[in-house]
């Protein structure tokens, strides 16, 4: 960093940068916290899911994000600005997989 500051930053999965190396400098130029995403061609078939291999099936998956939408929906205060994965308009949550959609994402994803 210029005029020797040194800067700690901790990560449960720093992502890329264990692979390049390219850590430090402005954020949106180094590859801490990145991961290569796949394509979804295929997905039922290529199981166990997630970059750390921690959803052992699509229902996994499935689960892990309704409980993630719910969590986030929960931690949100009233009135407060809604976290950008909730919502498309910044001011409804729109976004999360509601419970009578779970089959019919679970079909379309096992379809691929």
Known sequence: MPGGITTRRTSSDPGRALLT???GG???FDD???LDVP????IGKTAPYFHNNSA??????IDHYMAFFTQLRVQTPP????????T???VHFDR?????????????????
Do not use: H, I
Not at 103 to 109: I, P
């Open 21 to 23: 190396g390219v850590v």
């Open 79 to 86: 009135g407060g600005p809604l976290p950008a994965p909730t």
């Open 32 to 34: 801490w916290n990145k």
């Open 88 to 90: 498309t308009d910044g």
């Open 96 to 112: 999360a997989p509601l419970p009578e959609e779970r089959q019919a994402l679970l079909s379309y994803l096992r379809k691929l």
């Open 26 to 28: 402005p954020a949106p």
């Open 39 to 42: 394509q979804l061609r295929g």
């Open 56 to 61: 052992a099936t699509l229902d996994d998956v």
